[in-house]
């Protein structure tokens, strides 16, 4: 199972951006897929999540209203929509996997999740 994250960039504080990843090798109908973002020198951080059929979400409290995550079962896909962007929200942005069902309480953890894709950097200037 590959994924290949997309869509980072530059950006100016209050810009939108739109990430994308992309699954192959294996449909995930039934599974996890979300997005994480790390700051060198800090831990990797949930950001959002959507369970693959069921459609249920998930995000982090502090980034409610501003991101949203969208899937595309048929296509083993996720995105990210970020608005109203900030320089704080400048990071690596990870796409991630599960290959089975995690409880709502394990969605934001990184060990809950078998792939990841290779990051796609964001930068938001001020």
């Known amino acids: 199972v590959q994924l290949q994250a997309s869509g980072g960039g530059l950006v100016q504080a209050g810009g939108s951006l739109r990430l994308s990843c992309a699954a192959s090798?294996?449909?995930?109908?039934?599974?996890?897929m979300g997005w994480f973002r790390q700051v060198p020198g800090e831990e990797r951080k949930f950001v959002a999540g959507?369970?693959?059929?069921?459609?249920?979400?998930y995000y982090a409290d502090s980034l409610k209203g501003r991101f949203t995550i969208s899937r595309d079962i048929t296509k083993g896909s996720v995105y990210l929509q970020m608005n109203s962007l900030k320089p704080e929200d400048t990071a690596v942005y990870y796409c991630?996997?599960?290959?089975?069902?995690?409880?709502?309480?394990?969605?934001?953890?990184?060990?809950?999740?078998?792939?990841w894709g290779q990051g796609t950097l964001v930068t938001v200037s001020s």
């Open positions: 991630a996997a599960t290959t089975s069902r995690i409880i709502s309480s394990m969605i934001a953890v990184p060990s809950s999740y078998h792939y």
């Open positions: 959507i369970r693959m059929v069921g459609g249920g979400i």
């Open positions: 090798g294996r449909t995930f109908s039934g599974h996890n």
